[in-house]
């Protein structure tokens, strides 16, 4: 290969940002991102007017749960950080999982939190509130981009830079091809489930239902519930831990985000298998990691231990 282009091809390479995003791709987002958000807007006037039925309750608990910590245990804390290893079974079903979050295929998704994570809100942070400045006005801007709108940036991380390590797993390179289908089962398994969920065979009534709570706002919430680790767990919280950026700890996110709202910590200490490491710190995902290593199928977790926890801590205690 001429020099010319194999300095192009190794400039490529270094850059932390590949090939523009595309149009379609743009819509795309814009379809998955903006729909869930209207079926979250709409819930209000549907609960007043039509209620909500204990089917539609548990389908979405359980399908929520499921995707919730596809996400936190699998695309982060494995895949992302490699705080723990997996045996094969456990590696594909926690990508098919958090696959169902709607969030973006495996590889794109810790692409650019790796990337976050280099650049921690600093220029080359794909979603960093900070990114317009410091005043009011900028940190609100910031955290709309921060949130929901670096969805739509011009900007694909350069996944062969950042990793190659998952571009190599042919088993994560095929659930990322099978991501349509995914996302379809996604929206689709809850009405299947809310549709045959009585005696009385198919209703349905209660698959649309169930296609509309378990499915669309299942999915919006989640959506935000992930982007306000992004948004508001980089400007808000207390900071127990040192680090090199702002990530702070918001406690009433914490159920809901499977413990991913312990942001200080991790950012504190990336590889950690567990994030809420504090008295009373609610991590259900750091509780999985813990059954599925007293099961066999995950080995080599990186748990916190007391030096680590002392190397790191705010020497005065405060939380911010």
Request: glycine share 10%.
């Amino acid at each position: 290969m001429p020099r010319r282009l194999l300095m192009a091809a190794s400039s490529a390479e270094a850059a932390p940002w590949g090939e523009p995003m595309r149009t379609s791709d743009r819509v795309v987002v814009g379809l998955f991102v903006g729909v869930p958000f209207a079926a979250v807007i709409a819930s209000v006037a549907v609960l007043w007017g039509w209620g909500i039925g204990w089917h539609d309750v548990v389908i979405g608990a359980v399908a929520y749960a499921v995707a919730v910590h596809g996400v936190t245990i699998g695309y982060h804390r494995l895949f992302t950080h490699r705080a723990f290893r997996a045996a094969r079974p456990l590696k594909i079903l926690l990508a098919v999982a958090g696959t169902l979050a709607v969030e973006g295929d495996v590889i794109t998704w810790c692409a650019d939190h790796r990337r976050h994570h280099q650049f921690a809100d600093r220029p080359g942070d794909p979603h960093s509130p900070w990114r317009f400045g410091t005043s009011a006005a900028a940190v609100a801007k910031g955290m709309v981009w921060a949130h929901i709108g670096w969805t739509f940036t011009n900007e694909k991380t350069n996944q062969a830079r950042y990793v190659p390590d998952l571009l190599a797993d042919r088993d994560l390179v095929r659930v990322a091809r099978w991501q349509p289908l995914v996302v379809a089962a996604s929206f689709g398994l809850p009405a299947v489930a809310g549709g045959l969920w009585g005696p009385g065979g198919w209703d349905g009534r209660a698959a649309l239902s169930a296609f509309f709570w378990a499915g669309l706002v299942r999915i919006g919430l989640l959506h935000h519930v992930t982007w306000s680790i992004n948004s508001i767990c980089h400007v808000a919280g207390a900071r127990p831990f040192r680090s090199r950026d702002r990530s702070g700890n918001v406690w009433w996110l914490a159920p809901l985000s499977g413990g991913e709202s312990w942001h200080n910590l991790h950012h504190a200490d990336p590889t950690s298998a567990r994030h809420g490491v504090l008295p009373g710190q609610i991590d259900s995902s750091a509780r999985l990691i813990r059954i599925f290593e007293l099961l066999g199928w995950a080995r080599a977790v990186r748990w916190p231990d007391r030096r680590r926890l002392a190397a790191r801590a705010v020497r005065d205690g405060a939380e911010g």
